[in-house]
């Protein structure tokens, strides 16, 4: 039996968690090592002296945007041909670029946060969420690409969850964008799955303890 991924990263959401998704929505196990330490970051094994790190299928991954690739295409959510697959792409590329915004909020000091906070949502209400309700009602589909689940909406779900953590009624302008019924991410949104909360204070702290020591 092959060994399960294992997943190295500091406990908490971050650049991880977007993986963890993909993982979930394939319904695979996984494991995880929660960084804490200084030394355990400098282990030397981080191509690029980056995390997050995950080990499976006998390699040693790094570098966020690889690992989620590869993901995709090995559970079959990366489309059927490389025309799919480069909307795929765009379309995660697009909502990695809002979603990064709301990761590095917590680090800001609280005005900043604020004031960054409210830009993103903006952005989200009037720039991201728009153009995804405009593609999912031109073609007339439940997905994004070749009405088929794929990464783009796996993506796009995590994102509008982590805005619906800070404005409720986000979506009340966007009714094709709604929470699809896959059974492996109903299961990963319950309590107790390896989803992970919103940052918090001693999440942030352990970040910058590690890393900017």
């Given at each position: 039996?092959?060994?399960?991924?294992?997943?190295?990263?500091?406990?908490?959401?971050g650049r991880m968690e977007s993986i963890r998704?993909?993982?979930?929505?394939?319904?695979?196990?996984?494991?995880?090592?929660?960084?804490?330490?200084?030394?355990?970051?400098?282990?030397?094994?981080?191509?690029?002296?980056?995390?997050?790190?995950?080990?499976?299928?006998?390699?040693?991954?790094?570098?966020?945007?690889?690992?989620?690739?590869?993901?995709?295409?090995?559970?079959?959510?990366?489309?059927?041909?490389?025309?799919?697959?480069?909307?795929?792409?765009?379309?995660?590329?697009?909502t990695q670029v809002l979603m990064m915004m709301?990761?590095?909020?917590?680090?800001?000091?609280?005005?900043e946060k604020q004031e960054m906070l409210a830009?993103?949502?903006?952005?989200?209400?009037?720039?991201?969420?728009?153009?995804?309700?405009?593609?999912?009602?031109?073609?007339?589909?439940?997905?994004?690409?070749?009405?088929?689940?794929?990464?783009?909406?796996?993506?796009?779900?995590?994102?509008?969850?982590?805005?619906?953590?800070?404005?409720?009624?986000?979506?009340?302008?966007?009714?094709?964008?709604?929470?699809?019924?896959?059974?492996?991410?109903?299961?990963?949104?319950?309590?107790?799955?390896?989803?992970?909360?919103?940052?918090?204070?001693?999440?942030?702290?352990?970040?910058?303890?590690?890393?900017?020591?």
């Amino acid at each position: 039996m092959a060994a399960r991924p294992k997943l190295y990263y500091f406990c908490g959401r971050g650049r991880m968690e977007s993986i963890r998704w993909l993982l979930a929505a394939a319904g695979e196990e996984f494991e995880e090592e929660f960084l804490e330490t200084r030394e355990q970051y400098e282990n030397g094994r981080l191509l690029f002296g980056q995390v997050p790190l995950v080990e499976m299928d006998g390699m040693v991954l790094t570098q966020t945007r690889a690992i989620l690739s590869y993901l995709a295409a090995k559970y079959n959510f990366y489309g059927k041909d490389l025309k799919e697959r480069v909307r795929i792409d765009m379309y995660v590329d697009g909502t990695q670029v809002l979603m990064m915004m709301i990761i590095m909020a917590p680090f800001k000091f609280p005005e900043e946060k604020q004031e960054m906070l409210a830009s993103i949502m903006q952005k989200a209400k009037t720039r991201y969420l728009p153009a995804f309700e405009k593609i999912l009602n031109d073609h007339g589909e439940d997905f994004l690409v070749g009405n088929k689940f794929s990464w783009a909406d796996i993506q796009l779900l995590e994102a509008i969850l982590m805005m619906e953590e800070r404005s409720a009624s986000v979506l009340s302008d966007f009714p094709l964008l709604k929470v699809v019924n896959i059974p492996t991410i109903k299961k990963f949104l319950q309590p107790g799955s390896q989803r992970k909360p919103p940052p918090d204070t001693h999440y942030v702290d352990c970040v910058r303890n590690i890393v900017l020591l």
